[in-house]
T-cell receptor
């Protein structure tokens, strides 16, 4: 079956712009979570959605937001981009919300802010 | 808050050597524990997991045992191959809604 699909794979944006990243989970998975990966901070949890509801959010400013649609697809949006937002953004899907289900990750979207 | 500590490396070994990557954690409850692997230019792949104390996760020759008494989940493999070269992340999930808490990752290099 198809894995977690993230689009686009690569993105270059200018400071001050906004960006929207997309994630299509594995069919049947209802939970989608987002992570930011940088060389300095490592992997950091952004937020998790389950059945269209945001369950929790990590320690990120309000410029980072997301949503989940009824088909479980998710988008995350970053407004007023800063140079420090350059990172690999990873999406993970799970059958349910909780560690016992395990998480399957996509290949990520590499965002470069110039 | 929860945290995961692992050696960052790089760890360089010869092919067929024995591998141990240490991982210790801090959590308020009883988390599920994971090892993920990341190959260059790719996302994370789940390598193995354990959901309760004394559970042993295993996959592709890798093993890790959930040790509650030492709050550890060390990754081991008896004989590594060049294809095992990658970055390995230890992670925990205490409350699914809070997502995964990751260690910094250990860069493993296997030389032929």
């Amino acid at each position: 079956k198809a894995g977690v699909t993230q689009t686009p794979r690569y993105l270059i944006k200018t400071r001050g712009q906004q960006v929207t990243l997309s994630c299509s989970p594995i069919s049947g998975h209802r939970s989608v979570s987002w992570y930011q990966q940088t060389p300095g901070q490592g992997l950091q949890f952004l937020f998790e959605y389950f059945s269209e509801t945001q369950r929790n959010k990590g320690n990120f400013p309000g410029r980072f937001s997301g949503r989940q649609f009824s088909n479980s697809r998710s988008e995350m949006n970053v407004s007023t981009l800063e140079l420090g937002d350059s990172a690999l953004y990873l999406c993970a899907s799970s059958l349910g919300s909780g560690g016992d289900y395990g998480y399957t990750f996509g290949s990520g979207t590499r965002l470069t802010v110039v | 808050g929860d945290s995961v500590t692992q050696m960052e490396g790089p760890v360089t070994l010869s092919e067929e050597a024995f591998l141990t990557i240490n991982c210790t954690y801090t959590a308020t409850g009883y988390p599920s524990l994971f090892w993920y692997v990341q190959y260059p230019g790719e996302g994370l792949q789940l390598l193995l997991k354990a959901t309760k104390a004394d559970d042993k996760g295993s996959n592709k020759g890798f093993e890790a045992t959930y040790r509650k008494e030492t709050t550890s989940f060390h990754l081991e493999k008896g004989s590594v191959q060049v294809s095992d070269s990658a970055v390995y992340f230890c992670a925990l999930s205490e409350n699914g809604a809070d997502g995964l808490t990751f260690g910094k990752g250990t860069h493993l290099i296997i030389q032929p």
